[in-house]
Nanobody, 125 residues
Framework: QVQLVESGGGLVQAGGSLRLSCAVSGRTFSSYAMGWFRQAPGKERNFIAAINWSGGDTDYAASVKGRFTISRDNAKNTVYLQMNSLKPEDSAVYYC??????????????????WGQGTQVTVSS
């Protein structure tokens, strides 16, 4: 059974930084692309960042490009999201996800087959 467990969320002031982690168990982690999404109250879950199986290809939503960095450590079965220059509008529940059938980056929610439970990020102004 595949499990994804996020950690690292919390409360931070605007301009601050957080690093989210997502630990994956139950599958050969290095074979699959991973993504981060977020969902604010009353809004849809939106794509934030994705990384391919090797870490050699990444993709970002325009709203976070240049501020957020996705990375992975295949030896630790973990994907990270470094978030810098945080803004109040970045406040949301952040989810990591795994693409079961592809090693390439993807932006669409339905392309991902396994999801974590989410971790709350709150940015105060």
């Amino acid at each position: 059974q595949v499990q994804l467990v996020e950690s690292g969320g919390g409360l931070v002031q605007a301009g601050g930084s957080l690093r989210l982690s997502c630990a994956v168990s139950g599958r050969t982690f290095s074979s699959y692309a991973m993504g981060w999404f977020r969902q604010a109250p009353g809004k849809e879950r939106n794509f934030i960042a994705a990384i391919n199986w090797s870490g050699g290809d990444t993709d970002y939503a325009a709203s976070v490009k240049g501020r957020f960095t996705i990375s992975r450590d295949n030896a630790k079965n973990t994907v990270y999201l470094q978030m810098n220059s945080l803004k109040p509008e970045d406040s949301a529940v952040y989810y990591c996800a795994l693409r079961r059938y592809s090693a390439s980056v993807g932006r669409i929610n339905s392309e991902y087959d396994y999801w974590g439970q989410g971790t709350q990020v709150t940015v105060s102004s």
